[in-house]
């Protein structure tokens, strides 16, 4: 039988490695406190009852002002 999805990969993995990242995003001025904490109660959301989280990957380049073409 399969692990329930809040208990797996998205529950234990992403919220985790989000929740991580929470002072440091608010303190970067990136999300207010409220905001974060909200973002974080919508993943938990995704799992139970059902749910679905999808996650994408990307890979991002930047480039100086002087590097663009």
Known sequence: MREPCGNGHAGT????????GRDAAIAAELAT????DRGIAGLERT???GGVFCCT???AVAAGKGDRG
């Open 13 to 20: 993995t992403f919220t985790a490695t989000a929740r991580a």
């Open 33 to 36: 406190p409220d905001a974060f």
């Open 47 to 49: 799992a139970p009852g």
């Open 57 to 59: 990957f990307f890979k």
